[in-house]
DNA sequence: GCCCGAGTTGTGAGCGTTAACAATGTAGCT
DNA sequence: AGCTACATTGTTAACGCTCACAACTCGGGC
């Protein structure tokens, strides 16, 4: 825990002294260049533990023209999947060597994510990821000027953008199908918000199944994610003895339709089925455990950073579409879902 | 959108050239210093639109020898506590001018904290924060050399280590004295896992509350925050009728405390009261809709930023005894709570 | 007309690192 | 012994910015 002498912390031109060398074999050795005989590196090293030296990184940053940062622009990190996402990507990114800095949205807009990138671009970051669920958001991408490359995330398709989604429709296909399999007539739906991309893709999902199974397709109301959101439309549903599936296209809203379901005596799932979306650890132990997709929001953070490195490397962006991945989903079955009641 | 002609991204000296002034003119109008006459300065802002310039942040760090970023050390930040208070640290960060860089682990051991922190240290971070949720964590921080000056949050108190922390102690006391009040005879506890310091005060408060009002103190198993946990311990706690009042260690866990409660056919709240802590956004909505204790997360992570942002400024650190910050609590009164049922 | 001071602008030297190149030393070969 | 080839080390100049200071302007008072 030597100091340099003086109160300033050690640099490299410090450890060169006390090893006997000159500052560029301590940056070789600090790099791990070769060509730098055993003997010295150990005293280099030997140097260096002693006064408790670190490289400075904005020199380093300044020289190399390389600031190892990469930009995450969020919205609503206290929400279970873009929470997820974004420590899938701060994951992949700090074991790829990357620093990670993020910035949170209150609201999408363009101007709050133009705002945001100029932050970022600000802190010279060498790209970005951005979490943009809302159709707003991938529209205020295109055609931004701001830090190269991007990577959108969990936004819908975009032309000339990088992106990486969950494969919502096919979730929402494949739940409508499970219930319909199950002998409901048709099946009902709980919406996210509008201008939300899964959302959107979770009603073409549904409607998709139901139309190829010529089942009827009801109306449907938007609710806003929340549970309460999800109770106050649940009422409704519940006031309807007619309707014996709901697929709701969160867990969180899903909760609320599953207290509206039981305050109006329906019984779940012998009743009525109510189906979720997302998966978040809870659900499992909702009354009755919520039968619901998985989305592995992790593999898309990881997805995510992978597809901005490639872009890092890669000479030129890919010349004819930007790169797009897929994750998949999963059904997890649970028990508030059952067999159609007989019609009495 | 005129680049600098060749490939390079323009620098002050280009923008200075544009303008027809010197470099130091630019930096004056950028860092918003006096003394620069209306016109020239007016002359320096069109270049730098006309350039799209901005300032390099490596370079200006080097110079100032001021990284403008905050380290954070974070433990599962998929969890509602740590992603919200990670929110309200990146939120008052900004806003203070301060980049954030995060590092979240995968588990709290001394030797993770460690090399989080010396990452952090590489990134010539000025401060950094550590959400550091159980004993090991606080420990490993004492008398650890890396990044000055360093606030713990969601701590327990550490000697020579500055805190912010909600007062789990208070909010736990809260809650069994007003289970008491409603005329039960004793209140069981779910607790948190071992080592983790949250759960360790609200089981203090708890057993204070207990003994003050002269009631007995039962046993009390420890979960590890999951609702499958909860839903583990609330078994056995369903099978014996003498309980009629359960104070849980948090909302997760309460859910799966509900949902054994359920399962056995013992009705909350009228057979037994269920109260948990945190108040996440679903509590609201379990069935019944939970009585739990808001402990505001965001507050936390905005007071830790300004502890820091005190330190940073503060010439020394103070003398005596690390500050020391305590966020309040409040009871929120729903419906699994009520009178005790009559002895029969 | 000249000098003074405040307002304004320019100059040069770092900040701590890496990159390019020059200068050693050291074997191995003829 | 003399030379070459290679491994090892040192030297110098960027990188793009801020800081300290020097050098100009331009009125007003003598």
Redesign the pocket.
């Known amino acids: 825990m030597a100091t340099a002498g003086n109160g ?9 002294r006390v090893a ?9 050795v ?2 791990g ?9 150990e005293r280099v090293v030997a140097a260096i533990e002693e006064l408790g ?8 940053a ?4 390389r600031s190892q940062v990469l930009g995450v622009v969020a919205f609503d990190t206290t929400l279970y999947g873009p929470a997820s996402t974004l420590l899938g990507i701060e994951r992949a990114a700090r074991q790829a060597g990357y620093f990670v800095s993020i910035v949170s949205l209150t609201a999408i807009t363009r101007e709050t994510i133009r705002e945001a990138l100029d932050y970022l671009a600000e802190q010279s970051v060498e790209g970005c990821i951005v979490i943009a669920p809302k159709r707003a958001a991938v529209e205020a991408l295109t055609g931004l000027r701001g830090p190269r490359p991007l990577v959108a995330v969990e936004g819908g398709v975009a032309p000339d953008l990088p992106v990486v989604c969950v494969d919502q429709a096919a979730g929402a296909h494949q739940i409508t199908r499970h219930l319909l399999d199950l002998g409901h007539r048709t099946v009902w739906h709980v919406a996210g918000p509008r201008d939300w991309l899964e959302a959107e893709s979770r009603v073409a999902g549904w409607r998709g199944a139901l139309e190829e199974a010529g089942a009827a397709v009801p109306e449907y109301a938007h609710g806003d994610w929340s549970p309460r959101s999800g109770y106050e439309i649940g009422r409704t549903l519940a006031a309807r003895p007619d309707i014996t599936a709901v697929f709701v296209a969160n867990d969180q809203m899903a909760l609320g339709v599953l207290r509206a379901m039981g305050e109006a005596g329906r019984r779940v799932p012998a009743d009525v089925s109510v189906a979720g979306f997302d998966d978040v650890p809870e659900a499992e132990f909702f009354s009755p455990p919520l039968t619901t997709v998985y989305q592995d929001f992790g593999e898309v953070g990881r997805r995510g950073i992978s597809v901005l490195l490639r872009l890092l490397d890669g000479a030129a962006e890919p010349a004819a579409h930007a790169p797009i991945e897929v994750v998949p989903t999963r059904l997890v079955l649970r028990s508030s879902t059952a067999q159609a009641p007989d019609p009495t």
Do not use: F
Not at 20 to 28: F, P
Not at 53 to 60: L, M
């Open positions: 300033r912390d050690p640099v490299m031109a410090d450890v060169a006997g060398v000159s500052h560029q074999t301590v940056s070789r600090l790099n260049l070769p060509n730098v005989k055993p003997a010295t590196h030296y670190h490289r400075n990184s904005s020199a380093r300044l020289a190399t023209r």
